[in-house]
């Protein structure tokens, strides 16, 4: 969360920027009119668009000014968490990329981490299954605990790369693992399909914690999908549902 008066000029100008106020490869007003609009010296507009800058959301060319950047192409990971806080929508094609992405990684992940896993990661395993079952109707700690377990299975399997790169899109994950727990008796089916894998990985079956990994994955992808609405843009929007 940005505080202070910067910060406010912040969020307020990533709204326009991503909802278009703003077009990609538009030049922002002068400072001296950000300064009347916002009511603000120059140092806290400075202090803004530098946070913008910083994001990739804009870029200042010397003598000429600040321009939009095409966020959707240059951005990262984050900035796509941003573009869902404000339009609580995402493109399909985004959305079925991060799902194939996870689908692939994690069930080769989990058939590793079965031939490599030892007491000490059953037990912590098994200890965040626990509190998850222990909150079956708080959403957000669901979504920890989900997150959490995932993260440990890739850790277990000792594949760094998909590590790193699954840590940096946690708050996307943590955006539709929200979504998903919100969903009606999802806490439940989800802990279960969890033990089943718990089950595949303490026999230390390689084949059977692949596929429980992949059924997790895929029932979760069913129901995200079941719970999203298509727009005509080709992109998809949160249902009332999931709001």
């Known amino acids: 969360m940005n505080k202070g008066l910067p910060g406010r000029i912040y969020n307020d100008m990533l709204k326009d920027i991503i909802k278009g106020s703003y077009p990609v490869e538009s030049k922002l007003p002068p400072e001296r009119e950000l ?5 603000a010296s120059r140092f806290a507009i400075r202090e803004a668009i ?3 800058a910083q994001s990739g959301f804009v870029m200042t060319h010397p003598q000429s000014g600040t321009y939009v950047r095409d966020f959707n192409r240059e ?85 760094i790369i998909s590590r790193l790169v699954f840590q940096s899109f946690k708050p996307v994950y943590s955006f539709f693992a929200e979504l998903f727990y919100s969903l009606e008796g999802m806490s439940e089916a989800s802990l279960a399909l969890n033990l089943k894998l718990m089950k595949a990985l303490k026999r230390k079956d390689q084949a059977a914690s692949g596929k429980a990994m992949g ?29």
């Open 75 to 159: 951005g990262s990971v984050d900035t796509l968490v941003q573009i869902l806080r404000v339009h609580k929508t995402i493109d399909r094609q985004t959305i079925e990329s991060l799902l194939r992405f996870r689908f692939v990684t994690e069930t080769e992940a989990a058939g590793r981490a079965a031939l490599r896993i030892q007491e000490s990661d059953i037990v912590y395993l098994e200890s965040s299954l626990e509190r998850k079952k222990r909150h079956l109707r708080d959403a957000a700690v669901l979504a920890e605990c989900d997150y959490d377990f995932h993260r440990a299975v890739i850790t277990i399997s000792g594949d």
């Open 215 to 243: 059924n997790i994955l895929k029932f979760a992808e069913k129901k995200v999908y079941e719970a999203v609405k298509s727009g005509h843009s080709g992109k998809i929007r949160l249902s009332s549902s999931g709001s």
């Open 50 to 52: 530098a946070r913008l």
């Open 35 to 39: 300064v009347q609009k916002y009511k």
